[in-house]
């Protein structure tokens, strides 16, 4: 496993060192929680596309616009029982507490029951889907105080000179700054917030790391079948109008501006600075199309829900932000963590077959 662990945070590469290192320390405790349970799996395929038929399940009709599509992390098998499962890796900043309401939304998952169905109609049998659970941690890159030749903390006045404390017996090692009296600082690097993520992991590993097995009964899938096939007759029916309303309730959900807010509310156009095109509507999929027929992921379905503006920017018109530092700092570490666990998972294929 220890190779595994290795070539996985190898994958994890990015300019940002403080987001790799955020990545690698989640990854590395990831590895030492988990070890011992995914010694009883063997791992049978990973990052698997998909495809199947989206059909109306009133009448048993086969869009002819759009297909069902999305990628599972990992296809996996346990060694003692035989069940086949799914394995789908999710990053969050929630509370992944087993009593926290973080969990009640899996009744409700799309994306589970999309994999249910495509199990079917691969003529697979899946037993379940392990929802496995990565909190981010909130620690950001901070300031390390300086210290004197004997381990003491430097604190300096407005002129430059260290401050002593009232009795004149020692160095003052806290600031005021009503007074101007300044801590003397430096930078933390990017190994000491490796080393600083790991260990708040490691003191309290079951606050980062969750899992729970779900499963899909047939009346689930029905109505998860009904869902998908009203949403894309919605989709049809706002292309067919032209007419795609904003939702500004989205606008700042979950206390996040939408990537699109300037593009909707006029204070910028699609120009190649600020707004362009994107290369592929589906920048997860290698595959972009069936024939004719487009791609419904579990992506663009939460997309419409969101808001059919959004939708409308980001699948029919493909239009993407050039620079959008929150979007990225929010999405960045979420994807290092999948690459590493994609290498990770990958490496365990090899080894143990």
Not at 50 to 60: A, C, K, S
Not at 197 to 219: C, M, W
Request: hydrophobic share 35%; charged share 30%.
């Amino acid at each position: 496993m220890s190779e595994a662990l290795d070539l996985a945070c190898n994958a994890i590469r990015s300019d940002d060192k403080f987001a790799v290192a955020k990545a690698q320390a989640m990854v590395v405790g990831y590895h030492h929680f988990w070890q011992d349970m995914w010694k009883d799996y063997r791992v049978l395929d990973v990052e698997l596309e998909f495809t199947f038929p989206l059909i109306n399940p009133d009448t048993e009709g086969v869009s002819r616009s759009f297909v069902e599509a999305g990628k599972i992390d990992a296809k996996l098998q346990r060694r003692s029982t035989g069940a086949v499962q799914i394995l789908e890796h999710k990053t969050t900043t929630d509370d992944i507490d087993p009593a926290s309401d973080y969990w009640d939304r899996l009744r409700m998952d799309t994306q589970v029951s999309k994999y249910f169905l495509s199990a079917v109609h691969a003529g697979d049998k899946v037993d379940g889907v392990i929802y496995d659970v990565l909190h981010k941690p909130g620690q950001r890159p901070t300031k390390i105080p300086l210290r004197d030749t004997e381990g003491r903390k430097i604190v300096l006045d407005r002129n430059g000179q260290r401050v002593m404390t009232k009795d004149g017996k020692k160095p003052r090692e806290t600031p005021d700054v009503e007074l101007g009296y300044e801590l003397q600082t430096r930078p933390e690097t990017p190994d000491e917030y490796y080393i600083r993520i790991g260990s708040e992991i490691q003191a309290n590993p079951t606050r980062y790391y969750a899992q729970k097995h779900v499963t899909r009964l047939d009346e689930d899938l029905i109505e998860y079948m009904n869902d998908a096939w009203q949403l894309s007759q919605q989709v049809l029916f706002f292309r067919q109008k032209s007419l795609w309303p904003r939702n500004p309730n989205a606008c700042k959900a979950y206390n996040a501006t939408c990537e699109y807010f300037d593009l909707c509310c006029g204070r910028a156009s699609v120009d190649g600075f600020r707004y362009g095109k994107a290369q592929a509507a589906h920048a997860e999929l290698k595959t972009q199309s069936a024939g004719d027929r487009e791609l419904l992921t579990n992506s663009r379905c939460t997309a419409f829900r969101k808001c059919p503006r959004y939708h409308q920017l980001k699948y029919e018109m493909m239009v993407k932000k050039i620079q959008d530092d929150e979007a990225t700092e929010a999405l960045r570490l979420g994807t290092l963590v999948h690459l590493g666990l994609e290498a990770y998972f990958n490496t365990l294929k090899r080894l143990n077959p």
